[in-house]
């Protein structure tokens, strides 16, 4: 997008037109036909975006330099180290910069007010060298209308550090590290993986030990791990600043700031720049659904009044979260958020985002006490919140338009029609939706379900119901199912053997043969039938023990169950290394036949009674034997391409912890397997 062209409304929106479509955000209705009842609602939407696009044209000299808000606010440094601050607070009537550069002078460094409410002081450089040392501690201090003095630290701050033996509250931080000490950058992002492959990851985690790991740890240790797997996308997990280490990255208190527990900016940018160098993506999970209601260390009750940020009054409060939220119809509020979404692409060169809470963003009632059940009425009229619609769908339009090779990602359970459609047709713009039936489906039937009574037909249909033209990523379980109080899916099937029975020197027990049999064929089911992407959370690769637990007063702060036992699949004594190599070959098979971003599958076979789910995708065979006890030597099944097949991919051979019951050259196979079979001539 170039800021100096008058003409950007065109250069954004006009390309449904040139498609033959009409312009006016209703062209999706070609592709879903039970969309046009609500064709007003369709315009109205896409002209809400238009409208903003054009003001912010007009105002600020388009999208571009809007989305640059980290330019003009913050604390920025110019070429000559003089150091402008400038800050939002348009309830405050006065403002003072402190900090340890003034001895927290609540006078010496007063800010001058714009008509905008914007305050901005500059500070020359001193000798050449800028007036504030880097990483020394910086607050703003505030006069309000009632007198009353308020401290903040900067909305736009960049490093924040939380020292528990003082206090919770974070100390916000001037970083300006000298040149030497600056990360960067080596090698260019990577094209966008036309399969995504994607690992679900989070730092702090990221190690067997009970501590917080690092940034520099997952760089040495993660990265070629992931890379051995062969994913192509990881999905970082608990960035951006928590003040609340258990929340697992969702109460965010500074936007802009990468999380200090793990170590420096620096070192994230280090992270990201060796998985560009493996051509692994890495996307940021993006939390602009709500934000931490903290005031010290927040952007809650900012200028001192309850809005600001935020809606006021109840609008601006999410009950079950106990969390704020954004007031997307404000000007500032979008600055502050485009701005931020740019920022983590330029100055961490991250190559995506997984938008978190997206469900809670599109309505009114947030999701709360609401099954959608389908209907589409329920994704027009009151209860969506047609600013946040707006916000996302200039959001993903911006990113996209100046990131070609970026990907979006929406955590949305509603099943919002068009919400991976381009805006040109209507739609809000994302690349991918994630299949949250999926999981819930795997839960459920590993909960209630006896193992001869899985139901085929209803397994195939929860895998394949997406919506037609909008990319869908899959997956058994996610961070989601192992946090709350629920356990990973290894531990449904095994439990408490999993502790006695994982030994490689001990015969195999049944529980233990069938849970490892069972956890490959969910992974290889819904990676293959499930979505045009796929996403695994770390550790579940290797069937992973237990749950998650973060260290909080309730559990007198353990680490026990917040760390991922990576030495697990390290030892050459456990079962867990057939899981995991599993994993890789699984990804790799992916790479080589790229199921992923081929037409969905063509299901030729559910037999309910002998447990066999038979399908065809990317002109490969898979042919599922889920029955608990049987066998069946020659099974017969049709095929779309004749030929002489080959397995490709088997669940039960020796590398993978099976028993090898099938070989290449047999046509047997047998209970619980699975086995993927390619056409000799592609091998
Ligand atoms: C904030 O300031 C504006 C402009 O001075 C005023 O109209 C508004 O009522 C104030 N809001 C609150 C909550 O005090
Ligand atoms: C820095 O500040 C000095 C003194 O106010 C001013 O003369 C100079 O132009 C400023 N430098 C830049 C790059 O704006
Ligand atoms: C894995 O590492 C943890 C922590 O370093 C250690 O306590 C445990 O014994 C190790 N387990 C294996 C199987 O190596
Ligand atoms: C959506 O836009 C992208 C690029 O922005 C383009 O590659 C793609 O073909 C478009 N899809 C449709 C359905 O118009
Ligand atoms: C073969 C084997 O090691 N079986 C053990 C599985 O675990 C139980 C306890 O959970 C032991 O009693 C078995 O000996």
């Known amino acids: 997008m170039d800021a100096t062209n008058e003409n950007s409304e065109n250069s954004v929106l006009g390309q449904g037109a040139a498609n033959g479509l009409p312009n006016d955000g209703t062209g999706v209705i070609k592709m879903d036909p039970w969309l046009s009842p609500f064709k007003e609602e369709l315009k109205k939407r896409y002209s809400k975006a238009q409208d903003w696009i054009k003001k912010i044209d007009e105002t600020e000299g388009g999208l571009d330099k809007f989305s640059r808000g980290f330019e003009k606010f913050g604390i920025n440094v110019d070429s000559q180290n003089n150091i402008t601050y400038r800050e939002w607070a348009p309830n405050a009537t006065q403002a003072f910069f402190i900090g340890d550069f003034n001895d927290w002078s609540r006078e010496s460094h007063p800010m001058k007010k714009d008509p905008f409410g914007v305050f901005e002081v500059v500070l020359p450089a001193v000798n050449g060298e800028p007036a504030i040392k880097h990483n020394s501690k910086i607050k703003i201090s505030m006069v309000l209308p009632s007198g009353e003095r308020i401290e903040r630290i900067p909305a736009w701050i960049t490093y924040v550090t939380q020292d528990l033996h003082i206090s919770p509250v974070y100390d916000g931080r001037f970083w300006n590290p000298p040149k030497a000490e600056r990360y960067v950058f080596k090698n260019p992002r990577p094209k966008k993986p036309e399969s995504a492959r994607v690992y679900e990851a989070h730092i702090g985690i990221s190690s067997p030990e009970l501590r917080v790991s690092t940034y520099k740890e997952f760089t040495l240790n993660m990265l070629p791990r992931i890379q051995h797997l062969g994913y192509n996308v990881i999905q970082l997990m608990a960035i951006m600043e928590h003040a609340y280490y258990a929340s697992f990255g969702y109460q965010i208190n500074s936007f802009f700031a990468a999380s200090s527990r793990y170590g420096s900016p620096e070192e994230l940018k280090e992270l990201i720049d060796t998985a560009h160098g493996m051509g692994i993506v890495v996307l940021l999970d993006v939390v602009h659904s709500h934000a931490s209601k903290n005031v010290l260390d927040g952007l809650n009750e900012f200028d001192g009044t309850d809005s600001c940020y935020f809606h006021g009054g109840p609008k601006g409060k999410h009950e079950l979260w106990d969390s704020r939220l954004f007031n997307y119809g404000s000007h500032e509020v979008l600055r502050f958020l485009l701005s931020n979404l740019r920022f983590w692409m330029d100055e961490y060169m991250f190559d995506g985002f997984r938008f978190d809470g997206v469900t809670s963003m599109l309505y009114t009632h947030h999701g709360i006490g609401t099954g959608f059940c389908g209907g589409y009425h329920e994704y027009f009229g009151p209860g969506v919140d047609e600013e946040a619609v707006a916000y996302l769908m200039i959001a993903n339009e911006l990113l996209h338009d100046l990131y070609p090779e970026m990907i979006t990602i929406a955590e949305d359970v509603s099943g919002m029609p068009a919400l991976c459609v381009n805006l040109s047709l209507g739609g809000i713009g994302f690349d991918y939706r994630l299949a949250m039936a999926i999981p819930d489906m795997w839960i459920k039937i590993l909960k209630e379900v006896k193992d001869d009574n899985?139901?085929?037909?209803?397994?195939?249909?929860?895998?394949?119901?997406?919506?037609?033209?909008?990319?869908?990523?899959?997956?058994?379980?996610?961070?989601?199912?192992?946090?709350?109080?629920?356990?990973?899916?290894?531990?449904?099937?095994?439990?408490?053997?999993?502790?006695?029975?994982?030994?490689?020197?001990?015969?195999?027990?049944?529980?233990?043969?069938?849970?490892?049999?069972?956890?490959?064929?969910?992974?290889?089911?819904?990676?293959?039938?499930?979505?045009?992407?796929?996403?695994?959370?770390?550790?579940?690769?290797?069937?992973?023990?237990?749950?998650?637990?973060?260290?909080?007063?309730?559990?007198?702060?353990?680490?026990?169950?917040?760390?991922?036992?990576?030495?697990?699949?390290?030892?050459?004594?456990?079962?867990?290394?057939?899981?995991?190599?599993?994993?890789?070959?699984?990804?790799?098979?992916?790479?080589?036949?790229?199921?992923?971003?081929?037409?969905?599958?063509?299901?030729?076979?559910?037999?309910?009674?002998?447990?066999?789910?038979?399908?065809?995708?990317?002109?490969?065979?898979?042919?599922?034997?889920?029955?608990?006890?049987?066998?069946?030597?020659?099974?017969?099944?049709?095929?779309?391409?004749?030929?002489?097949?080959?397995?490709?991919?088997?669940?039960?051979?020796?590398?993978?912890?099976?028993?090898?019951?099938?070989?290449?050259?047999?046509?047997?196979?047998?209970?619980?397997?699975?086995?993927?079979?390619?056409?000799?001539?592609t091998l």
Not at 464 to 491: F, P, W
Not at 527 to 556: I, Q, S, T
Not at 580 to 596: C, R
């Open 454 to 681: 899985w139901d085929m037909a209803n397994i195939c249909f929860t895998l394949t119901n997406r919506r037609h033209g909008e990319k869908t990523i899959a997956y058994c379980e996610s961070h989601d199912q192992a946090l709350v109080g629920d356990k990973s899916i290894m531990m449904h099937l095994c439990d408490a053997e999993m502790y006695t029975n994982m030994s490689t020197l001990t015969a195999f027990t049944p529980v233990i043969e069938r849970g490892m049999a069972l956890h490959k064929m969910i992974r290889l089911i819904t990676h293959a039938l499930g979505g045009e992407g796929y996403l695994n959370f770390e550790g579940n690769e290797f069937g992973h023990p237990e749950w998650l637990d973060f260290p909080r007063a309730g559990n007198d702060n353990s680490f026990w169950y917040a760390r991922r036992q990576f030495n697990l699949t390290a030892d050459d004594l456990l079962r867990y290394k057939f899981l995991n190599e599993f994993d890789s070959g699984m990804q790799h098979a992916e790479q080589k036949y790229g199921w992923l971003h081929s037409p969905q599958a063509y299901i030729s076979l559910k037999n309910e009674a002998d447990k066999v789910i038979v399908f065809e995708r990317a002109g490969l065979v898979w042919v599922f034997n889920f029955h608990p006890t049987k066998s069946y030597p020659d099974y017969r099944i049709g095929i779309e391409q004749e030929g002489t097949y080959r397995v490709v991919l088997n669940t039960d051979t020796k590398a993978y912890g099976g028993f090898e019951r099938i070989d290449a050259g047999t046509r047997f196979f047998t209970t619980p397997t699975a086995i993927v079979l390619a056409l000799e001539s």
